[in-house]
Nanobody, 124 residues
Framework: VQLVESGGGSVQPGGSLRLSCTTS????????MAWIRQAPGKQREEVAS???????IYGDSVKGRFTISQDLAKKTLNLQMNSLKPEDSGLYYC????????????????????WGQGTQVTVS
C-alpha cells in the first residue's frame, strides 16, 4: 500500500489550501481515511476522517473550516482547508485503515495501519 500526499505549502492567515492523497494497493471495499497533523511540540491530532460511505469526523479546531472528501473510484482523499490559522501549521499525514473511523478516531481504540510521508503546511 502506498499513500502519497500533495498540496501542502505556505499561506497567509485566512488563506486556503487543498491537500490530496493518492493511494495505491488498497484492496478492501471499506476504509477509514484520515488526515492527521503533527506540529512541533504538540500531540498528533486527527484533523478529519471519512469512512467509505461518507461518515465524517472533524476535530473541534477545524470544524466549519475544513472539508474532507474522497473519490472511491480513484481511491483518493482530499482536504479543503479554508480560513487557515497559524495554529493549523504542521506536517499533514494521510492515513488509511480497514477498521471503522468510529473505532479509530472516536474511540481511539487503535492506530492507523497505513501512512503517507506527510506534506508540510505553514500558515504565517
Amino acid at each position: 500500500v502506498q499513500l502519497v500526499e500533495s498540496g501542502g505549502g505556505s499561506v497567509q492567515p485566512g488563506g486556503s489550501l487543498r491537500l490530496s492523497c493518492t493511494t495505491s494497493g488498497l484492496t478492501n471495499v471499506r476504509y477509514c481515511m484520515a488526515w492527521i497533523r503533527q506540529a512541533p511540540g504538540k500531540q498528533r491530532e486527527e484533523v478529519a476522517s471519512i469512512y467509505s460511505y461518507g461518515d465524517t469526523i472533524y476535530g473541534d479546531s477545524v470544524k466549519g473550516r475544513f472539508t474532507i472528501s474522497q473519490d472511491l473510484a480513484k481511491k483518493t482523499l482530499n482536504l479543503q482547508m479554508n480560513s487557515l490559522k497559524p495554529e493549523d501549521s504542521g506536517l499533514y499525514y494521510c492515513a488509511v485503515d480497514a477498521r471503522s473511523c468510529d473505532y479509530l478516531v472516536r474511540r481511539r481504540a487503535g492506530n492507523f495501519t497505513f501512512w503517507g510521508q506527510g506534506t508540510q503546511v505553514t500558515v504565517s
